[in-house]
C-alpha cells in the first residue's frame, strides 16, 4: 500500500493517523476478499474494529488483551456468517460477496496512536470481462457465420458448374454422329 500522505486530526483527545491513500479492491460477486490489516502481528495492548459504510456499523472488533475476536452481522445482517477474522493479524474476510458488500470498510487500531486504513470496496454482480466476452463470442459467431456462408456459396456455385459440365457431357453424347460415308470405291 502506498503511504502517499497522512493526515493527522485531534479527535476526541485521541490522535489518529490516516496512513496512505485509500485502497479501491474490486472483485466479482460470490468470490471472497480479504482486506489486510496491515499489521504484521497483532499486540497485548491492540483494540482492532473494522466498520463499513457511510456510517462506519462496526462490523468486527478484536480486544487482544480479553482475548476478544468478535464479527457482526451488520447493518441489516448483511454480512451473517460471512466474516472471518485473522487471529494473528487482524485481517477481515469477507466470503460469497454481495453486490451489496460494496462501500467503504474502515480499519482501526487504537493503540497509543489510532491508525486508521480505508478500503474501497466494489463487488460487480457480473464478471468485468463479461462485456468484452460477449464482444468477443458475437464477433467469433459471426465470423463462423460469414465462413460457412462462403463456403456453402461456393460448394453451391461447384455443384452447379458439375452439373453444367454432366449436361454439357450428357448433350454431347446425345448428338447422333454422322460419319460421313466414303465415296471412294475400293479397288480390288
Known amino acids: 500500500m502506498s503511504h502517499s500522505f497522512v493526515i493527522c486530526t485531534l479527535c476526541f483527545w485521541r490522535l489518529v493517523v490516516f496512513c496512505g491513500?485509500?485502497?479501491?479492491?474490486?472483485?466479482?460477486?460470490?468470490?471472497?476478499?480479504?482486506?489486510d490489516s496491515n499489521f504484521?502481528?497483532?499486540?497485548?495492548?491492540?483494540?482492532?474494529?473494522?466498520?463499513?459504510?457511510?456510517?462506519?456499523?462496526?462490523?468486527?472488533?478484536?480486544?487482544?488483551?480479553?482475548?476478544?475476536?468478535?464479527?457482526?452481522?451488520?447493518?441489516?445482517?448483511?454480512?451473517?456468517?460471512?466474516?472471518?477474522?485473522?487471529?494473528?493479524?487482524?485481517?477481515?474476510?469477507i466470503t460469497h460477496t454481495r453486490t451489496t458488500d460494496s462501500g467503504l470498510y474502515l480499519i482501526t487500531n487504537s493503540r497509543k496512536i489510532e491508525k486508521?486504513?480505508?478500503?474501497?470496496?466494489?463487488?460487480?454482480?457480473?464478471?468485468?470481462?463479461?462485456?468484452?466476452?460477449?464482444?468477443?463470442?458475437?464477433?467469433?459467431s459471426l465470423l463462423v457465420v460469414a465462413v460457412l456462408g462462403i463456403f456453402c456459396i461456393c460448394k453451391r456455385r461447384r455443384k452447379t458448374a458439375e452439373e453444367v459440365q454432366t449436361n454439357k457431357e450428357e448433350v454431347i453424347y446425345a448428338k447422333p454422329?454422322?460419319?460421313?460415308?466414303n465415296s471412294h470405291k475400293r479397288v480390288r
Open 21 to 35: 491513500a485509500m485502497e479501491t479492491v474490486s472483485i466479482t460477486e460470490g468470490d471472497s476478499v480479504t482486506l
Open 40 to 93: 504484521t502481528e497483532i499486540q497485548k495492548d491492540d483494540l482492532i474494529t473494522w466498520k463499513f459504510g457511510d456510517q462506519k456499523s462496526l462490523i468486527a472488533d478484536i480486544n487482544e488483551a480479553a482475548g476478544s475476536f468478535k464479527t457482526h452481522d451488520g447493518p441489516d445482517g448483511r454480512f451473517r456468517d460471512r466474516l472471518k477474522l485473522d487471529h494473528q493479524t487482524g485481517s477481515l474476510t
Open 116 to 140: 486508521e486504513y480505508r478500503y474501497n470496496v466494489t463487488v460487480y454482480g457480473i464478471p468485468r470481462v463479461t462485456p468484452v466476452l460477449i464482444s468477443a463470442a458475437a464477433s467469433g
Open 177 to 181: 454422329t454422322h460419319r460421313k460415308q
